[in-house]
């Protein structure tokens, strides 16, 4: 954006000149010349703030649509961080689940071992 406020402004500053080089160099009188000088100077002033109005317009306007998008994106984010929170709750669970019916088959194991070796050790 500044190379292109550069390029405005020079061509501003090169019209500018032009006319008022121009305007010196015309075969008037020295109020006409005057007055050419003022209407044109009035003229460049008049496009100049026309450019940097429309120059402002876009930036506003790509600033607020760069809002709007990262607006977009942190409810977004938003929503997948929910996401991958309720998974990890449901991953836990599932462990917790896991780890209990592995509990229960382990006493389960241990119990028949120990019946079994209660078993043998009155056979013996």
């Known amino acids: 954006m500044s190379s292109r406020g550069d390029f405005i402004a020079g061509i501003v500053v090169g019209g500018f000149l032009g006319a008022i ?8 009188s020295g109020r006409e010349t005057r007055e050419d000088i003022g209407r ?3 003229e460049l002033l008049s ?6 109005d429309r120059a402002i317009e876009k930036t506003r306007k790509a600033y607020d649509s760069t809002l709007e998008r990262i607006r977009r994106l942190e ?3 938003q929503q997948k961080v ?9 991953i836990k669970e599932q462990g917790k689940e896991t780890l209990e019916g592995g509990k229960g088959r382990l006493k389960n194991a241990i119990a ?5 070796f209660k078993e ?3 056979k013996a």
């Not at 028949?112 to 079994?116: D, F, I, K, T, Y």
Request: charged content about 40%.
């Open 21 to 28: 080089i121009g305007i010196l160099y015309a075969p008037k």
């Open 40 to 42: 044109k100077t009035d």
């Open 47 to 52: 496009k100049a703030k026309e450019e940097y």
């Open 75 to 77: 409810q977004q984010t």
């Open 82 to 90: 929910e996401e991958v929170g309720q998974k990890v709750d449901e």
């Open 112 to 116: 028949a071992g120990v019946e079994a």
């Open 120 to 122: 043998e050790q009155k």
